[in-house]
């Protein structure tokens, strides 16, 4: 059924004598993903203008390629230049257009690492590349710094380190495996880590974050599924980004997972060319829920190298949320998000929908642009919260509730924290203040001195 005549056809310039079971076959597809621009030629039954492929050539010695036989069938060859799925997997002359402002670890993801393959960077969570192995290479990779360097591919015993460091630290309730595509590993060494890491008590959930539904559908095996049941809570993010990858076998993928009991959740990246239109992005949403998959992260793109020509201004994102925002239902809207150069973390972004308020009324305005108010409530009593919750009328009477202190604009919001600005670090108005303050010191040692 998913195996069409298209599909057949680009089989059989892989090998004469592919069959449909083949085809279907994750091992097979990645012993015959294309990594050459010959191949795509042949395969897609195109050709590159010289000028073109020699370019392309420069780009691939630079970033390396390699689709699934899957993945590339999606491709319109009679439109190819403007096709979302080529533009993905396809190299581009572009990508060694390096601009000023780009950066080979943007988010710092090597600079906050305690431990190899782990950044940790919120305080109850972690991220943690267990694999450098991926079936499709995207172009618009973000570690695309790593991608097919072998020396990168965390071994055994690094992985290990890895979960000895998340043992070791007790605030870590979230574990989110990525990589490379953690589904590239080995059904039983997958297995391996998740054991470890579910005997480990204070990890609450593990996350996985995988490509393989859109790229290698056929991974997600009968197999793989009872093996991964053993471990829930069991969340899976995969990463659709275009309508048209939700394909029949990629939907028969979702639906194993679904139907397994997995949460599934879906991180598209806002990329030029490819889905930066509300009318796509609604529709891809439209389709994910229609597969029991709940969007959850739209990306601006991020500032790695080599991808300045799939960035879009962070206006078309904003423009995209106001199209789905109150236009559709609620779980189809997924968190625009821009990911802080510098490691700041994920920071979400939104149109306005607060305009105005006095003491007593908001002013707020509607999708539509209706313009509304909002009475506040005459008699509030707020509780002085002073973090003795067992003295507390709300009765937060949980062992687990979480006691950490407050941080950041949290911070200044709460009652018992007496911070009433947060200062960065080198400002110099501060600095003055304290050089006053070891003058009048040394002013005070003088004075002593005067006195003896
Ligand atoms: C995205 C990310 C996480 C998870 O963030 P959520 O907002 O909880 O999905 C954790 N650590 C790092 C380094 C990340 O980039």
């Not at 999606?74 to 403007?82: F, P, T």
Request: proline share 6%.
């Amino acid at each position: 059924m998913s195996f069409n005549s298209k599909q057949q056809k680009i089989a059989n310039r892989i090998d004469i004598n592919t069959s449909s079971a083949n085809w279907r076959d994750w091992r097979w597809q990645l012993k015959h993903c294309i990594t050459s621009l010959k191949q795509i030629e042949t395969i897609l039954g195109i050709e590159f203008p010289e000028d073109l492929r020699r370019q392309l050539q420069k780009t691939l010695d630079v970033f390396p390629l390699s689709v699934t036989p899957y993945y590339l069938s999606l491709i319109d060859r009679n439109d190819y230049q403007n096709d979302p799925i080529f533009k993905q997997s396809c190299p581009s002359v572009h990508e060694l257009d390096i601009v000023k402002c780009d950066m080979e670890d943007p988010l710092h993801e090597d600079m906050d690492s305690p431990a190899p393959g782990i950044t940790h960077r919120y305080p109850d969570r972690i991220l943690f590349v267990i694999s450098n192995t991926c079936a499709m290479y995207c172009r618009h990779c973000t570690r695309k710094r790593r991608v097919g360097n072998v020396e990168s591919i965390p071994n055994r015993d690094e992985v290990q380190q890895g979960i000895d460091y998340i043992r070791g630290n007790t605030h870590i309730r979230d574990v989110l495996l990525s990589g490379g595509d953690p589904f590239l590993l080995p059904d039983d060494y997958l297995e391996w880590i998740l054991s470890e890491l579910s005997a480990i008590e204070h990890v609450e959930v593990i996350r996985i974050g995988t490509r393989t539904p859109v790229v290698l559908p056929y991974r997600i095996t009968d197999k793989l599924v009872t093996m991964l049941k053993q471990f829930q809570p069991l969340w899976i993010n995969t990463h659709f980004n275009h309508p048209r990858e939700l394909t029949a076998s990629s939907r028969e993928a979702l639906a194993k997972l679904a139907d397994a009991g997995f949460p599934l959740g879906n991180q598209t990246v806002l990329l030029a060319g490819v889905n930066d239109c509300s009318r796509i992005i609604k529709s891809l949403v439209h389709k994910l829920v229609a597969n029991r998959v709940r969007p959850y992260y739209l990306y601006q793109c991020d500032i790695s190298m080599g991808l300045s020509h799939f960035r879009t201004p962070v206006g078309k994102g904003v423009e995209i949320m106001e199209n789905l925002i109150g236009h559709t239902s609620g779980f189809c809207v997924p968190t625009y998000v821009i990911d802080a150069p510098g490691g700041g973390g994920k920071i979400p972004v939104m149109p306005n929908y607060l305009i105005s308020w006095s003491t007593n009324k908001v002013i707020l305005r509607n999708y539509e642009g209706v313009i509304t108010t909002y009475q506040e409530p005459e008699n509030y009593a707020a509780t002085f919260c002073n973090r003795k919750c067992d003295q507390c009328d709300l009765q937060l009477k949980l062992d687990s509730a979480d006691e950490s202190s407050s941080i950041g604009i949290a911070k200044l919001l709460a009652d018992y924290d007496d911070a009433i600005s947060l200062v960065p670090e080198d400002n110099d108005r501060y600095n003055r203040r304290e050089d006053e303050e070891d003058e009048n010191e040394e002013n005070d040692e003088n004075d002593d001195g005067e006195q003896q």
